[in-house]
């Protein structure tokens, strides 16, 4: 016969139910799980019975004391078989403690006790809470019987929580078996929970962007004679032929430099090629060597464009002021004609 239960009967001087223990297999386990209906099964003379739910009783409350987690009178009155176990085996547990500790967890306690029901909002309220206690003692992966104790221990602090599963407790949740997943209100939370922190901690793949870099053709002549020529044109307004086939040949080299120096402003720019604006089409001559097949829409929508290119040079800094005769047309720094002109 198991010791603890021997021991127990005799101290409760209940000795003479010592056989009928023994027959029923009643080991520590077992006994700390009966109730009344048990109970009355194995002690059918009240006398003795009533005695030995006085003793039992007792001693649940000191294994529950000596965790810092008494039951109350009536809790232990109606403390299901399954659940009583789960109270001695994981004290921290303490459910109306962990819903304590917030205001949206008192409402649901008094709701609770109230009226011994919750509605869908409230019950998600409570899984939340549950959950999130269960993640700061447990981490975000507590193992099954730490879940399972959980849900116990939530039936056995509000039977009116009990579901209609075998257990009791299935709806909250439910081990997975046989290459099932576990199921449950419980379960499902930790699973979005993880899904959630998982997808904050792994760094976001870069959408593929398109490549927006403009595509320059490679000079014809070679980079000696490109330097003459920038040299050349810096110090020759004159033959005009002369300096806009000089343009012509330096367009493709002027192109890159202007883009591998973004940072330069239009005066810099300027300095670097002043035929730019002194000799009228030199912009729309660039253009037509670098886009020759987009030369003809820059010709018909020039107004709409001239007007947003020095509106962005004022805002880049590249221009102080846009000049009030600065308009679409013919001008200083295009030389390409106004649609209307």
């Not at 819903?99 to 409570?126: A, C, M, V, Y």
């Not at 193992?143 to 039977?159: G, H």
């Amino acid at each position: 016969m198991d010791e603890f239960v021997k021991t127990k009967l005799n101290e409760w001087q209940l000795d003479t139910l010592l056989d009928t223990f023994k027959e029923q297999e009643v080991d520590e386990e077992s006994f700390l799980l009966l109730d009344d209906a048990a109970m009355q099964h194995l002690i059918p003379k009240i006398g003795q019975r009533l005695k030995f739910q006085k003793h039992h009783k007792e001693l649940l409350q000191a294994a529950c004391s000596t965790k810092d987690q008494c039951l109350s009178e009536k809790n232990v009155e109606t403390v299901a078989s399954t659940t009583l176990l789960t109270v001695v085996l994981h004290p921290e547990f303490a459910i109306r403690q962990m819903l304590g500790g917030s205001l949206e967890g008192r409402s649901i306690l008094s709701t609770l006790d109230e009226k011994q029901s919750i509605t869908s909002k409230e019950r998600k309220l409570l899984v939340r809470l549950l959950v999130s206690h269960l993640i700061e003692k447990h981490g975000e992966m507590p193992p099954s019987d730490t879940k399972i104790a959980l849900a116990m221990a939530l039936i056995y602090e509000f039977p009116c929580l009990k579901d209609d599963t075998g257990s009791s407790y299935g709806a909250w949740y439910t081990p997975g078996r046989k290459h099932r997943p576990a199921t449950g209100f419980l379960e499902e939370r930790l699973r979005n929970v993880r899904k959630r922190m998982r997808s904050l901690i792994r760094p976001r793949q870069q959408e593929p962007q398109e490549d927006h870099a403009v595509l320059t053709p490679d000079s014809l002549s070679s980079p000696q004679n490109i330097r003459e020529m920038v040299a050349w044109l810096k110090a020759n307004k004159y033959p005009v032929s002369e300096v806009e086939a000089k343009m012509k040949e330096t367009s493709i080299h002027r192109s890159k430099w202007i883009r591998c120096n973004g940072s330069k402003t239009i005066s810099e720019i300027l300095r670097e090629f002043p035929r730019l604006t002194d000799n009228p089409g030199m912009i729309s001559q660039d253009f037509q060597q670098l886009h020759p097949e987009a030369a003809g829409q820059m010709f018909e929508k020039w107004p709409a464009i001239a007007d947003k290119i020095l509106k962005y040079a004022q805002r880049e800094g590249k221009i102080n002021v846009v000049p009030d005769d600065v308009t679409p047309g013919w001008n200083q720094y295009s030389g390409v004609p106004d649609k209307c002109g």
